[in-house]
């Protein structure tokens, strides 16, 4: 039995450990090395991604070839292609590991069996999806409303346990600013 | 019995009669004038909103006092300060209505209770919440990495029925761009 998975489900509902051992076996440990990659752009999006360890990012390669940092993710934190996932298309984000990672992964077709047969998963992911949807609002009216100084304010506040785990061009890419203005942030 | 409640849920579950009058009685028909506020700011948000008809917009205000419009909803889109609303704190949103509008209203409370009275409501506003979430990532994306032109053409490709509606200068603030910048586009 996973600890690391009973302790993250069990911050938002309260299984029987014969609920626990049905919603495990819905998920499948998967190892990832440094560099590699967890979903590759424009191939089907099978699965979605909770971190146990390591450090994972999402990111959008443009028509110019430069790479736009949509989230990072570390232990605890859900990743994927989500809009190549709940509309089952092709990914158009790359998702691949800054540091090795261990992850669970459920599939499509698991996680609606699993929400179906566990009436308490239906309510964990709509607790998540909206703390999600939460996250991403605050992003884009930091991206809109504050200076780089501020964004890179609120990315520390968001990103608490792992910062000093990322590259600091990393870091530029998702906030939207050149690495020689990050530098400047930091005096 | 709304039709219009009705056929919105039935998009996404398919409740027996009974249920649906159940999940009715949940919700609250709310009327507001163009103008006027469904939510103000620094306030307890207490409910989210499904609009029949009319449109409204979610917006912030920054320490500057400019506006940056975070959300337009017309028929069958839902709106609230969402953050407030799923965090159970002050609004940092103002909601308001560009045109005359009716709504069904439901409060967190109800929320939680008609999501544990009837499951497949849990499940309708976990999809609704992934179909969110999947939306602001591609508002941030577009955000990131297009020009002003493009993310023109994503909006008008996101909003097709009322953008005749909506004041250009409010288009203006929804895209991050100058009154001026967005006549161009139109060119």
């Known amino acids: 039995m996973s600890h690391f998975l009973k302790e993250h489900i069990q911050k938002i509902i309260n299984p029987t450990n014969d609920e626990f051992e049905a919603i495990q076996s819905f998920f499948m440990k998967k190892r990832f090395r440094k560099r590699q990659f967890l979903i590759q752009e424009h191939q089907p999006v099978h699965e979605i991604f909770l971190i146990e360890k390591g450090i994972v990012k999402s990111s959008f390669i443009d028509t110019a070839g430069k790479e736009h940092i949509l989230q990072f993710a570390a232990s605890n934190w859900w990743i994927s292609d989500f809009a190549g996932f709940f509309k089952q298309e092709t990914s158009s984000l790359a ?72 590259p600091k061009q990393l870091i530029a890419s998702y906030l939207g600013v050149s690495r020689e203005t990050l530098s400047r942030l930091y005096l």
Chains 1, 2 share one sequence.
Request: aromatic share 14%.
């Open 95 to 166: 998702v691949d590991c800054i540091e090795d990672a261990e992850v669970y992964a459920i599939s499509y077709e698991d996680l609606n069996t699993l929400c179906a047969k566990v009436p308490a998963m239906e309510h964990f992911f709509r607790v998540k999806s909206n703390f999600g949807y939460v996250a991403l609002q605050q992003r884009i009216l930091s991206l809109m409303s504050k200076p780089a100084k501020e964004r890179y304010e609120d990315f520390i506040k968001q990103y608490p346990g792992f910062i000093d785990h990322i």
